[in-house]
């Protein structure tokens, strides 16, 4: 079983910033992609960033250039730093990470959700 625990969330302004972290615990071989997800109502949970087991970052077109996604390999932990933030940035953020768990079986782990909402 693997573990995740979220922080960072809260309430911002428009224009304002926070960071989320994420840290993996328990017994795994390897992590092969961590990221987050963001869901609001009415919407199917979307990928906004994620980092694979080699360093290659993805985001979502409406965020490049305003997330960055980093990691801390030996604390199993990653971070989404979240700038220009928007309303529409609004939405419960899950951490997400797909990793190996036996010679030849991956498995899918979420955080419980960590709310962001951005005002006008």
């Known amino acids: 079983q693997v573990q995740l625990v979220e922080s960072g969330g809260g309430l911002v302004q428009a224009g304002g910033s926070l960071r989320l972290s994420c840290a993996a615990s328990g017994t795994f071989i390897r992590i092969n992609t961590m990221g987050w997800y963001r869901q609001d109502p009415g919407n199917k949970r979307e990928l906004v960033a994620r980092?694979?087991?080699?360093?290659?970052?993805y985001y979502v077109d409406s965020v490049k250039g305003r997330f960055t996604i980093s990691r801390d390999s030996a604390k199993n932990t990653v971070y989404l730093q979240m700038n220009s933030l928007k309303p529409e940035d609004t939405a419960v953020y899950y951490c997400h990470c797909n990793v190996r768990v036996a010679i030849t079986f991956d498995y899918d782990f979420w955080g419980q959700g960590t709310q962001v909402t951005v005002s006008s």
């Open positions: 980092l694979t087991s080699d360093g290659a970052a």
